[in-house]
Nanobody, 117 residues
Framework: QVQLVESGGGSVQPGGSLRLSCAAS????????MRWYRQAPGKERELVAH????????NYADSVKGRFTISRDNAKNTVYLRMNSLKPEDTAVYYC??????????WGQGTQVTVSS
C-alpha cells in the first residue's frame, strides 16, 4: 500500500535551515507529481511547493519563493524540501502529498518545524 513518511523536522532559530524528506513506497514514484503542504496552528493547510514527475518542474507559494527548494530523487523514491532563511511564520507541521487519479489522495503523518529564538 502507499506510504509517505516525512522526516527532518525540528527546532531552529530564525535564519536557520532544515531539509525535510518524504520517503515514498507502494507506487511508481517516478510517475507522479509530489507536493509539500504545511499547516500552522489555527490555520488551514496550505500548499508550499510541488514538483512534476517527468521533468522535475517546480512551483512555490509566494511566501517561500527564493527560500525553499523542492527536489526529488526517483532512484530513492524520495522528495525533499530544503528550507533556508527560516522565519517564525514558517512554523507548522509539514506534510507531503500524493494524488493518484482514480485512486485517491495520500498524506504522510507530518513533521513538525518550529522556528523560534
Amino acid at each position: 500500500q502507499v506510504q509517505l513518511v516525512e522526516s527532518g523536522g525540528g527546532s531552529v532559530q530564525p535564519g536557520g535551515s532544515l531539509r525535510l524528506s518524504c520517503a515514498a513506497s507502494g507506487f511508481d514514484f517516478s510517475r507522479y507529481r509530489m507536493r509539500w503542504y504545511r499547516q500552522a496552528p489555527g490555520k488551514e493547510r496550505e500548499l508550499v511547493a510541488h514538483i512534476t514527475s517527468a521533468f522535475g518542474s517546480t512551483n512555490y507559494a509566494d511566501s517561500v519563493k527564493g527560500r525553499f527548494t523542492i527536489s526529488r530523487d526517483n532512484a530513492k523514491n524520495t522528495v525533499y524540501l530544503r528550507m533556508n532563511s527560516l522565519k517564525p511564520e514558517d512554523t507548522a507541521v509539514y506534510y507531503c502529498r500524493l494524488d493518484r487519479a482514480g485512486a485517491g489522495t495520500y498524506w504522510g503523518q507530518g513533521t513538525q518545524v518550529t522556528v523560534s529564538s
